[in-house]
């Protein structure tokens, strides 16, 4: 009970202190978080705009399993990865002109690399399929 009512009390202490930083004077340049903000927004009207793309490869004899990654190379980030038998994948959120390189591999069931291969393009809205060479 004793740490309730602390931690209630800290938390009233905080939002009362936090008070004046938000009172300003009108003559004050925008502060830097608007700026932030509006950045954020035009990244999601970029998100907007990703459509999904369609990848497929071989079967590969005596598979356990396959991992797969999609992976924006421009921005440095992966978009989608995971595990599958099957040897097609539809991946959502490509977003035009930038660089993308998605990657398949196969494995036994000991876990040994039993084909792989990748394909890395920049990304249109007119391209609705890859087909991956697995070697």
Excluded: H
């Excluded at 004046?20 to 954020?40: E, G, L, M, Y």
């Excluded at 994948?89 to 040994?112: E, H």
Aim: aromatic letters at 14%; hydrophobic letters at 40%; charged letters at 10%.
């Amino acid at each position: 009970m004793k740490k309730l009512i602390a931690s209630t009390f800290a938390t009233c202490l905080l939002f009362a202190s936090a008070v004046p930083a938000f009172a300003q004077d009108n003559n004050q340049a925008a502060s830097s978080t608007v700026a932030s903000v509006v950045a954020a927004n035009q990244v999601s009207n970029a998100q907007l705009a990703a459509f999904s793309i369609n990848f497929s490869w071989r079967s590969v004899p005596n598979l356990y399993r396959y991992d797969f990654s999609a992976i924006n190379l421009t921005d440095n980030y992966t978009i989608e990865f995971g595990t599958q038998t099957a040897t097609s994948r539809n991946i959502t959120g490509f977003v035009p002109g930038k660089t993308y390189r998605v990657a398949v591999t196969a494995y036994d069931a000991n876990f040994n690399n039993i084909g792989s291969g990748y394909v890395q393009f920049v990304a249109s809205s007119s391209t609705t399929s890859y087909y991956i060479n697995l070697n």
